[in-house]
């Protein structure tokens, strides 16, 4: 069987304290991978770094977002023809020991989109109050406008096939992503799994998403995904 291609994609935004331990560990302990940071217009020490280090990297010279920093490395892997493609997150909360288990599942033809779930086991961090609140909002709108049922629909611990892969770099959501490309590849009819995984607290930094963006957040993805859903209704 021919072994297939595999991109670790990392979007590092404003991560000088953290990108360091993240990439080593995967340069150190994770070798059969291939990685790809993404410098989303980090304002930090972020691209310095990644200069100095002589990471794998591409340095986009504005802040895309997230969305906008993942459909990069989907645009890179299509590129160099890879037939999976993993996302990661630069503030190391992602544990990669778990990268076999989002991994396994396409490789075996079981799935072609994989979901690492913080949800199933209910162990390591578990995201705050108000966010819990707001994924499983987001997971009943889902279930709702797709019949399928995706306990942890925000988590950025998330791998796809090479058919996704085409499909993302050409079109990808922009600010935060993960709900509506969910419903996207439902209705691609796309095979979705999650598998269990231990997220970690960041232990350095500041997230990007605070009490005001969350608001936002709700409102914009609750619409996104509304949409999404319509938008295929209509072109059948």
Sequence with gaps: MKKSKVLLMIAAYNEEENLESVIDNLIDNYPQYDYV???DGSRDNTAAICKKRKYNFINVPINLGIGGAIQTGYRYAREYGYDIAVQLDGDGQHDPAYLDDVIEPILDGDADYV???????????????????????????????????????TSGFRAVNKFLINVYADNYPIDYPEPEAIVDAVMRRQKIMEVPVVMREREKGTSSINLKRSFYYMIKVTLDIIVCRISYGVRR
């Design 115 to 153: 979901i690492g779930s913080r949800f199933i086991h209910k162990e390591g961090f578990q995201s705050s109050f108000t966010r819990r609140i707001g994924i499983k909002f987001l997971s009943g709108l889902i279930t709702v406008l797709t019949f399928r049922h995706i306990k942890d629909v």
């Design 37 to 39: 940071v993404i410098n």
